[in-house]
């Protein structure tokens, strides 16, 4: 367990001096302001780009506007960003062979695997609940109505979406010794999903959903119990590609 949380540590020292924190930080933190002040600012920005003499009827812009722009922005350009940067986490010491002098200490394998996916899972949920703070309180002051039915499900299940994909990408990682084996992977996760939602049989089982589909929570048109197929598949694929990604590493050669 000291080995585990020493290497944790180890890695979040790693994320500061590469600049990788500061860049999540940075990214999350635009995407938050952007989410309610574009949305707020829609209607004139749209009037200030038409032709003299023309008029465009915009609805006056709502809370929910803000959420929409955070679920079109956040589980995507926030998460491709975090998908990038945690594609050679484990694949990039595979390759430089960093990782045997700690080995050949004592620590063992599965306390290294596990602190990097600890590591890519902080970085994730920091990055993701600072937007959503953000988001939040620029919503709050644009807005007199700042309750949102089932927001807080909603935030959880692209959350969790997040952390599926993370997974994935740093299993594909241990797997290949290149950055492309963690994208690889992780962009077949995304495809077998978009499959699954395709098909009305098995449309409630796929975890893209919990990304794709928030504002359906929003709106009242979906419940959450509706989602917890999704999720529970999600959670399984999660634990799966953990266990998976500890099993290879303990077999992989250094």
Known sequence: MKGYIAFTKKEFME?????????ILLVFLLLGFMNPISAKYLPQLVESFLPAGMRMDIPEPVIADAWTQ???????????????M??????Q???????????????KRKAVWLSKFTGVAL????????????????????????TVPELG???????????????MVLLGSTMSKSYAGGLLLAGVVVLAGMLMSMLHGISRYSPVRLASENMSLI???LKAKEFLPAAAVAAALMVAAVLAGIVLFDKKQL
């Open 15 to 23: 994320y500061f001096r590469s600049y990788k924190l500061l860049i």
């Open 70 to 84: 955070f679920f079109k922005n956040v589980p995507q350009i926030g998460l491709v960003v975090m998908v990038i």
């Open 86 to 91: 945690s594609s050679g986490v484990v694949s």
């Open 93 to 107: 010491e595979l390759g430089r062979g960093t990782l045997l002098p700690v080995l050949t200490k004592g620590l």
């Open 123 to 146: 970085l994730w949920s920091i990055g993701y609940y600072l937007a959503f703070a953000v988001t939040f309180f620029y919503s709050f002051l644009f807005w007199d109505k700042t």
């Open 153 to 167: 499900p909603a935030i959880f299940f692209a959350w969790l979406f997040g952390l599926l994909l993370l997974s």
């Open 219 to 221: 709106d009242g048109t």
